[in-house]
């Protein structure tokens, strides 16, 4: 048994180093590659990656293997990732993201999302639709405050957050009412 865990350990990190090509770690152990990141993450967050788990905070995605291995990738440095999982009756406590693990309650749903920054510049206005898990996900500039309203079915949310380094990738307390 162990000698099979190591084989498909082994070809997981062969497999997974085709993928990221031209990678090189800097002192941190974090990962900075010309892959795809933003894919990487929409990838694990729609589920197209399931023998991995990944988490993403402001700075970093972590894809953990079956082994518990974990692989590292360093985020844009002007742009920021938030998962917001807007909700009418469930939610749960979160921070850091889990793109394999968190579970929203909307799932699949059409949403009307206005993002502004501090100034008024409107960033977003669009529909968009939640993923499989419930989230709704955004890139968006880095180290700014924003005003964000979120309406389906003639229910609306409206709250601030921010995308600097200290803040939270996952917004479980939005409350459609």
């Known amino acids: 048994m162990r000698k099979l865990l190591f084989f498909i350990s082994i070809v997981s990190i062969i497999v997974l180093s085709g993928c990221v090509s ?7 152990g974090i990962i900075k590659s ?11 967050s729609s589920g197209n990656i399931e023998d991995q788990s990944a ?14 291995s974990q692989l590292t990738y360093a985020l844009p440095e002007d742009e920021f990732f938030v998962s917001i999982a807007p909700y009418v009756e469930q939610t749960h406590p979160c921070a850091t993201h889990s793109l394999t693990g968190c579970r929203g309650e909307l799932v699949n749903k059409e ?5 502004e920054d501090s100034e ?9 639709t939640s993923n499989s ?20 079915n003639e229910k609306k949310v409206e709250s601030t957050f921010s ?14 009412t």
């Open 22 to 28: 031209q990678q090189s770690e800097n002192n941190n």
């Open 34 to 44: 010309d892959v795809d990141i933003k894919q990487l993450v929409s990838d694990y």
């Open 55 to 68: 988490s993403i905070n402001s700075m970093q995605l972590i894809v953990t293997n079956q082994d518990n």
């Open 111 to 115: 949403f009307e999302v206005y993002i």
């Open 120 to 128: 008024g510049n409107v960033i977003r206005d669009e529909k968009l």
């Open 133 to 152: 898990h419930g989230f709704i996900d955004l890139w968006l500039p880095r180290d700014k405050e924003y005003r964000i309203s979120i309406t389906q």
């Open 163 to 176: 995308t600097f380094e200290s803040d939270d990738t996952c917004i479980t307390t939005m409350q459609l």
